[in-house]
T-cell receptor, first 114, second 117 residues
Framework: EAQVTQNPRYLITVTGKKLTVTCSQN?????MSWYRQDPGLGLRQIYY???????DKGDVPEGYKVSRKEKRNFPLILESPSPNQTSLYFCASSLSTAMTTEAFFGQGTRLTVV | AQSVTQLDSHVSVSEGTPVLLRCNYS??????LFWYVQHPNKGLQLLLKYTSAATLVKGINGFEAEFKKSETSFHLTKPSAHMSDAAEYFCVVTRLVLTGGGNKLTFGTGTQLKVEL
């Protein structure tokens, strides 16, 4: 089954403790991205990757890192999480960067930083 | 620059009555527009997309949307609501990234649809 898989689904952590949220897709997609969803703000892009070893900042990249060592994986790293990073995070992938291409989303990771 | 405005944060309808979720966009280029649905504790699923072919776009689960360039709108409709339609709906416009290539999705703030018996 074609899918984007995120782990964990739920995470509670303390301020400053490094964490990684994994994302994997099995569709051989070139393009992957991370979003955060906050009430009343919709989804905002954090980082994106157009291919292996090619990543770039989205609209809200501060406090986050990513890597793309393999085509299928695109982990999101919070080196020193803070409470303002409490949010619902989504990983997405698409076949290409063409404007008409559909994005496929993971089921989300709800992160709470205390 | 591109942007999208969803005019209602909450919409409530009775089962069997029509659904209208409103979306207006702003785009410097000919846009691609999408509607995604998010059911509770689920990821986002594509309902339909407009890509400059037919202006009336049919999607899954009986939803459709009409692209109206003169009104810069892309409203989502369904003739008869079902309880299973209760979810959050996002209107999305793609925007070109002129430096670095690729495109980005710009999301509206979402419309929560409630369906009552």
């Amino acid at each position: 089954e074609a899918q984007v898989t995120q782990n964990p689904r739920y995470l509670i952590t303390v301020t400053g403790k490094k964490l990684t949220v994994t994302c994997s897709q099995n569709m051989n997609h070139e393009y992957m991205s991370w979003y955060r969803q906050d009430p009343g703000l919709g989804l905002r892009q954090i980082y994106y990757s157009m291919n292996v070893e090619v990543t770039d900042k989205g609209d809200v990249p501060e406090g986050y890192k990513v890597s793309r060592k393999e085509k299928r994986n695109f982990p999101l790293i919070l080196e020193s999480p803070s409470p303002n990073q409490t949010s619902l995070y989504f990983c997405a992938s698409s076949l290409s960067t063409a404007m008409t291409t559909e994005a496929f989303f993971g089921q989300g990771t709800r992160l709470t930083v205390v | 620059a591109q942007s999208v405005t969803q005019l209602d944060s909450h919409v409530s309808v009775s089962e069997g009555t029509p659904v209208l979720l409103r979306c207006n966009y702003s785009s410097s280029y000919s846009p691609s527009l999408f509607w995604y649905v998010q059911h509770p504790n689920k990821g986002l699923q594509l309902l339909l997309k407009y890509t400059s072919a037919a202006t009336l776009v049919k999607g899954i689960n009986g939803f459709e949307a009409e692209f109206k360039k003169s009104e810069t709108s892309f409203h989502l409709t369904k003739p008869s609501a079902h309880m299973s339609d209760a979810a959050e709906y996002f209107c999305v416009v793609t925007r070109l990234v002129l430096t670095g290539g690729g495109n980005k999705l710009t999301f509206g703030t979402g419309t929560q649809l409630k369906v009552e018996l």
